[in-house]
């Protein structure tokens, strides 16, 4: 039980504003739909697990989710579009052969506005603009495409700001769009954003020299290991290297990413560019470039060359257009000391690319349903695209657009004639168009205006299920992400169409981008649902779901290595439709919710004991209830089930799962939790006991924040139990050890639950407490080890009703 000595009344960094009654506002790590799958290191949230969308917050978060991300093979402009935007083979050779001359007076006022130290960065948005319409009206002449039919280019000289989830207010510096998403700027959204510009004003350095090639870095791209081979997963977006030496790191810094001081070096290194060819592009070749896979005299794949300490270095494809001279021209070296310009250079480049991430986060979070978004990076001269999918950043080669105007021509062309679906939006979620007669027709080809509301989720025909439509109501999900790499689970309320006529039922569609290896939830339902029949009615129901893999634009492209490591890691698009569930905050009284509770509960042992499924996620966001059409009974249900896994005969997980960590963090039990004395959540077993303590800390977690009476989810008053892991565990150990710290947090307990709180929550605290202290123990050693196997038999299901003085009910046995 909760000790009573303690000497001192335990803590915890509160929420200065209290509990509040606005409504619904995602905690930390909240939903099931957070990426837990996770190695074992020192967890730090994501930018998922963050509501507030503050830059202070969001962009170490986001540093985070890029680790290891980028791919490291820089990817042929003219290959890009193609992949990306669709651009047909001979159209690209056509634009690379057409004589294209900037106009001289935008491009001296670019050149002015990038060249002057103090000058303001928004004054090179609109010559670059009309540069940009100068090129695609060139090609538009050329090709005798109708200009006024394309997407748009906008700039507001960095007056407009858009709205996002969380709060966050953004300016992109360009956009590109539909011409009626620009007519009224106010009304301006992200999920109208087809695509969008970053611009930097290229770094001042010593001696005035501005924009040149020189005294440029490559970005950075790839980080080598110690043992000297060249690596795919460990592709980082580096920290900025501090300003001096000997300044000390801020606790902001240490916050990003704990690396040695030999990875940091490592990291800051620009990379080796690809040798330059010996024959300069002309025109001639370009069309013959394209159509083979080359750029130039350099073939799409990377060429691999060695470095001086034997490590493998890959030199971006396409990379003459910079003309980097510091390197060998035929070693593929280069000088690896780095001033503190040049650093400085690359911190620039650093902070771009993590800024273009936060519109890509906007983007995809949007109130529609996106695949990837794409961007472009203007630094100065210098440009280059990027493509942020669910499961990593591909950069372009960059080149100069004043040496190479074709390419920025092929790009303006590409991105403003590309269709919505290949922009990235979902093809599967179609809008209504009106023809010149009135008929209504659905299409995914619609750049505006893509409300959600009555738009159509189109799931096709499949192997063993015939095509069905379900109309979206409302115009935002029920549930967004908010992250950027990871599954990105989006929920939207619609109901079925059936024979053109709107169904009655309310259900949900969720989408989610699954991890290589784990079975879809609809294959565990399908598994309760056969073995647990008399228990149906608190399962989800699987109205319908499909299964995509999700594309992958330049693995032709791409080195054989880095393309094994990119399918292994690839993740699949899942779309299921179920029965729409209410959270248990907007049940009518705490009698219910005890009732539902307690389905939950039971529910989740006969999956465990009858079924051999372990649900590993149990959430404030997965436990729902339903009212039973024939009485209007509140039933309990535990739902998503999609990182739940197949246990033994041990209760043990699937071996393909064991060594994965899952759950949502204010919920997880202690153990899955607390780091070892390294700093690290070691890898466990994750057992049935540790779903039984997420159902207790649910239990608890629900006395303090769902306020039936208001039928609202109040925001979480202590900060420490929806921190990071190591927090949230230490809040959970003191909250069982110590009393002080114990009633402290029960007596924030809403009114309405204090007996639930004595009847319940305080006898299973002292079960639970219990356990913990009988399960500790010294080694031959004698130092202090917790036993996991005896932890498993303390915490039973059996255990857990006693304690509560609910008796288990006889269900219906299963019909052979």
Known sequence: MASSTSSSTTSYATNSSGFSDSGYSECCCSCSSCDSDMPSTPHKCSTHCYACRYLKVVNPALRKDLEGRFCEESIPVERFVQ???????????????????????????????????????????????QMFEHCLRSICDLLNVDLEQLLKFFEASGYCVLDGVGGSKRKPDGMVGHAD????????AWRLIFHYFEFKKPY??????????????????????????????????????????????TSSTRSLRQTTEAQRS??????????????????????????????GNNKGTSKVTRTSSG??????????????HN???????????????????????????????????ECMDADTSRYYVTNVCVDGFEIWLMYHNRDRVYRSALFDFRKSPRLLALIAFAMTRCTPVQAGFDPHLQFPVADKDGAITYTNDVAYPRNLDGARFVLPKSKDQSEVTFVVEGSSPIYSYMGLIGRGTMVYPVRKLVDNVIDDTRMALKTCWTSPGRTPEPVFLERLKKKLPHMAEHFPVVEAWREFEQGQPFLEILDEEIRKKILEDSRR???????????????????????????????????????????????????????????????????????????GSLGLSEPSTSQHRTGTGPFMAIDLQRPDANGKTPVRDHRYCHDLESLFWLLVWA?????????????????????????????????????????????????????????WICPLADMFDSARQNCNSRDAERRKIFDHDMYAKEITFEKFMATIEVKPREWAPEKK
């Open 327 to 361: 390197r060998s021209s035929d070693t593929g070296s280069q000088d690896t000391t780095m001033s503190h310009s040049k650093r400085r250079r690359i911190e620039d480049a650093i902070a771009q690319e993590l800024q273009a991430a936060q519109y890509a986060l």
């Open 573 to 647: 698009l899942i779309y299921q439709v179920t029965l729409r569930l209410q959270p248990l905050w907007e049940l009518d009284s705490v009698e219910e919710f005890e009732s539902c509770y307690i389905d939950i509960v039971e529910m989740h042992f006969h999956a465990h004991d009858d079924a051999q499924v372990l649900h590993r996620d149990i959430s404030e966001n997965n436990a729902m209830s339903r009212r039973r059409a024939s009485d209007g009974k509140a039933l309990g249900y535990l739902n998503d089930w999609d990182l739940a896994c197949f246990v």
């Open 311 to 324: 490590g493998a270095k890959r030199g971006a494809p396409n990379d003459h257009y910079t003309g980097s």
């Open 181 to 188: 998403a620009f007519s009224d700027i106010q009304r301006l």
């Open 703 to 759: 006395v303090l924040h769902f306020d039936l009476k208001t039928k609202r989810r109040r925001e979480c008053l202590l900060l420490d139990w929806e921190g990071d892991w190591q927090d949230a565990a230490k809040f959970k150990s003191d909250f069982l050890y110590s009393a002080d710290a114990q009633q402290m947090v029960l007596d924030m307990a809403l009114k309405p639950y204090k007996d639930l709180v004595k009847r």
């Open 204 to 249: 001042a350095h010593a001696g005035g020299s501005h924009g040149s090639h020189k005294s440029k870095q490559a970005l950075p791209s790839v980080v080598e290991e110690a043992e000297g081979r060249a690596t795919t997963s460990k592709h980082t977006l580096p920290e900025p290297a501090p300003k001096r030496a000997t300044a000390p790191r």
């Open 266 to 295: 490592t990291q800051l290194k620009a990379p080796t560019r690809q040798t330059r060819s010996s024959g300069s592009r002309t025109a001639g070749n370009g069309s013959k470039a394209v159509a083979s896979g080359q750029s």
């Open 83 to 129: 992949a990306v935007y669709g651009l047909c083979a001979d159209d690209v050779g056509r634009i690379m052969n057409h004589n294209i001359v900037l106009p001289a007076e935008p491009l001296k006022r670019y050149t002015k506005s990038a060249a002057t130290k103090n000058g303001h960065e928004p004054s090179m948005y609109a010559p670059f603009q």
